[in-house]
């Protein structure tokens, strides 16, 4: 099973409504902000500022800085937005969390999306103030209203969290709807598990499938393993086995220890692939080294050879070698 496949309040309540808006590709991360749960469409809105906001994608943080500064002197509220980002993250400046918080001030008073939904995560994480968990919400119910697709799935999380608002997994489903159509794995992923589940929808399996795999095609690591799961075993999806195989491969090597135990139960079975004890053994060590136990895997392993047992070990130490090293 997934993290995420236990039943609807763990399934969305582990997730965090404190993240900050997702950076454009060419921005990097700030060390400091806690892990997010991004919309991959909280883009900052660009009219007016293309050659700052063209910048600022190429990673010219000081040319952008310079072309948002000139066009917020004119009141834009989008390069208000944009330098309210850069003063966030630290590009090409230092990182001052007080003018960050001013910029998106200005930008939300002028109603600027982009700029309501990064203030209201500044309210939650406590960024340039104390942690003002209504304002938050406040906040993202501007932003909802407007269309933006984090401010909407976040919004939905507090209602199925019942922590501003009053419990309503109804509504959650119809912030997670409008968040989804706008191609946000993370609520496709979310409305799915409502459908799965029969929770704040109707069940519908067939519908909560098509979700996944949309979640799981945008790259959402929980879908992906959800969804070979239920592709592995016919429930809500044309059973493909081999198909089921290839997408625990993905996710396997995308890091989810319990889509590596799966795929070492497709290589110990020769279901979807063809058997290989080595690998299975190997993957099931990589599980095991990011806490994923399976009995019957660890029964399987302590059958092999000693030569297959000691093949796979050095597979999975430098599999874990290489991520260890890829890691930031």
């Known amino acids: 099973m997934t993290r995420n496949c236990r039943g609807l ?7 965090s409504v404190a993240a900050l808006v997702a950076p454009p590709a060419a921005a990097q991360a700030t060390k400091n902000t806690p892990p997010p749960q991004p919309s991959p469409n909280a883009g900052i809105e660009q009219p007016n500022i293309d050659v700052a906001y063209g910048a600022f994608q190429r990673g010219l943080y000081i040319t952008a800085f310079n072309e948002a500064t000139k066009r917020a002197q004119q009141n834009d509220a989008a390069a208000m937005t944009l330098l309210g980002e850069i003063y966030a993250q630290g590009l090409g400046v ?18 600027n999306r982009d700029a309501l939904f990064a203030l209201a995560m500044f309210n939650f994480q406590g960024r340039a103030g104390a942690s003002n968990p209504a304002e938050a919400a406040r906040l993202l119910e501007a932003a909802a ?6 401010a909407a799935y976040n919004l939905g999380l507090l209602y199925v969290q019942g922590q501003q608002f009053p419990q309503d997994f109804k509504r959650s489903g119809e912030l997670f709807a409008i968040a989804a159509e706008a191609g946000n794995s993370e609520a496709q992923y979310a409305l799915a598990t409502m459908y799965k589940e029969g929770r704040g929808t109707p069940k519908d399996l067939s519908k909560a499938m098509r ?15 959800e969804f070979a799961i239920a592709q592995f075993n016919g429930d809500g999806v044309n059973k493909d086995e081999a198909g089921a195989a290839q997408l625990f491969l993905k996710a396997a090597h995308l890091g989810s220890p319990v889509a590596q135990n799966r795929l070492a139960r497709i290589l110990m079975a020769g279901r979807g692939m063809p058997a290989d004890a080595t690998e299975a053994v190997k993957w099931h060590m990589v599980a095991k080294a990011g806490g994923a136990s399976d009995p019957d895997l660890d029964v399987f392993a302590a059958k092999q050879t000693v030569a297959v ?3 796979a070990d050095k597979a999975a130490k430098k599999w ?3 991520v260890a090293t890829a890691r930031p």
């Not at 969390?97 to 109603?111: C, H, R």
């Not at 209203?145 to 984090?150: C, I, M, R, S, V």
């Open 9 to 15: 309040f763990v399934a969305l309540g582990v997730l």
């Open 94 to 111: 230092g990182r001052d969390d007080t003018k960050a918080a001013q910029w998106y001030k200005q930008a939300a008073d002028k109603g």
């Open 320 to 322: 874990l070698s290489t």
């Open 145 to 150: 209203k407007l269309g933006h697709p984090g």
């Open 211 to 225: 979700l996944m795999q949309q979640a799981s095609i945008a790259g959402n690591l929980d879908a992906m393993v």
């Open 309 to 311: 047992r000691e093949a």
